[in-house]
């Protein structure tokens, strides 16, 4: 399953970065000076398995990509110096009651905290398996 790009974003060397929301896959844009794309390369990330980017915003200061991952109802970290992952937080099947994630969709990062956007629209081999009472934001202090 192939949705197309889900997400782009930025480096703190100007490198572009994007994922398609069906395989977990995370590209590598390169760019010609004139702006038009010259080449995608899949990045090849160790760690934590990522089956779905439904999003994700990189931090600049330290090369960190906070990807959600919709199917898994995650969070990860990929730290782009290494491109390894690692799971920030995972929920299982919730509604969303106390700020848990429910289906997490898109992601915003402010200063040291993560906002995320529950998108709670269940699909097959999702951990989200219905969609109930409306609870679509979550907040992560991050260390």
């Not at 994007?18 to 899949?42: H, M, N, W």
């Not at 919709?70 to 937080?89: C, E, G, P, W, Y």
Request: aromatic letters at 8%; one cysteine or more; proline letters at 3%.
């Amino acid at each position: 399953m192939d949705n197309g790009a889900d997400g782009i974003d930025y480096d703190s060397k100007g490198n572009l970065y994007t994922g398609p929301f069906g395989d977990g896959s995370f590209y590598k844009v390169t760019l010609k000076p004139d702006c038009i794309f010259a080449k995608q390369e899949a990045v090849q990330l160790t760690g934590d398995k990522i089956t779905c980017i439904d999003g994700f915003v990189i931090d600049r200061a330290t090369d960190k990509a906070y990807v959600t991952g919709a199917r898994q109802n995650a969070i990860f970290v990929i730290n782009l110096k290494d491109n390894s992952v690692m799971t920030l937080v995972q929920n299982s099947d919730t509604d969303g009651t106390g700020g848990k994630l429910d289906q997490s969709a898109e992601v915003l990062l402010k200063g040291k905290r993560l906002y995320i956007s529950n998108y709670d629209n269940p699909a097959k081999h999702f951990v989200n398996t219905k969609s109930d009472a409306p609870h679509t934001e979550s907040v992560i202090d991050l260390p």
